[in-house]
């Protein structure tokens, strides 16, 4: 299976900081198009996760441009340019190239 | 699109349940669905996964063999059909449509004597 390795695992972070997120892959996540099939979550307190970015690097409609995903062979960050206070949760990244699909352990970022 | 869990609960060890994921706004037949579940303190787990259109049905190793996702176009509803159930299947189960975009509330499954 396709191990995904996130870190750090807790990140306190200044509002209005940028913070980073780090999420290696066993595997390449390459397919035949080209894209890299690396998603990244946001999971809020008692709330389903919400996707932010899809095939590494594209971000889904309505989540704000503080949020960016970039992709070095098999290393994938998650960029925050500024934190804001709701943006405090679990963020998870998710490989969906290899069956079985796998996530990684999830980043908590709170504020400092 | 709206995705409504139901059907959780208590169950023995041993024991089986079924969920409900009652879909509006699509076509159910027409959409890849999957189950993904969250122990309590645990990361994300993709669970299982079918195909639009399609026979194709994928499952991750911890439930092949114990578990079935299926679908009803009659009732526009998705399923997810569990048998064996152990204490390490305690979660809250969450359908999700398509490539992760929509999900539902989630729906509880605690396993135990």
């Known amino acids: 299976d396709v191990v995904l390795t996130q870190s750090p695992l807790s990140l306190p972070v200044t509002l209005g900081q940028p913070a980073s997120i780090s999420c290696r892959s066993s595997?390449?996540?390459?397919?035949?198009?080209?894209?890299?099939?690396l998603t990244w979550f946001q999971e809020r307190p008692g709330q389903p996760p919400r996707r932010l970015i899809y095939?590494?690097?594209i971000r889904d409609s309505g989540v704000p441009d503080r949020f960016s995903g970039t992709e070095s062979g098999t290393d994938f960050t998650l960029k925050i340019s500024g934190v804001e206070a709701e943006d405090v949760g679990v963020y998870y990244c998710m490989q969906v190239r290899h069956w079985p699909w796998t996530f990684g352990q999830g980043t908590k970022v709170e504020i400092k | 699109v709206q995705l409504l869990e139901s059907g959780g609960g208590l169950v023995q060890p041993g024991g089986s349940l079924r969920l409900s994921c009652g879909v509006s706004g699509i076509n159910v037949m027409n959409s890849d669905m999957s189950w993904v579940r969250q122990a309590p303190g645990k990361r994300l787990e993709w669970v299982s996964y079918?195909?639009?259109?399609?026979?194709?049905?994928y499952y991750a190793d911890s439930v092949k063999g114990r578990f079935s996702i299926s679908r009803d176009a009659s009732k526009n509803t998705l399923y997810l059909q569990m048998s064996s159930l152990r204490a390490e299947d305690t979660a809250v189960y969450y359908c999700?449509?398509?490539?992760?975009?929509?999900w539902g509330q989630g729906t509880q499954v605690t396993v135990s004597s």
């Open positions: 079918i195909q639009a259109s399609g026979p194709d049905t």
């Open positions: 595997q390449s996540l390459v397919y035949s198009d080209g894209y890299s099939y």
């Open positions: 999700v449509q398509g490539h992760f975009i929509i």
């Open positions: 095939q590494a690097s």
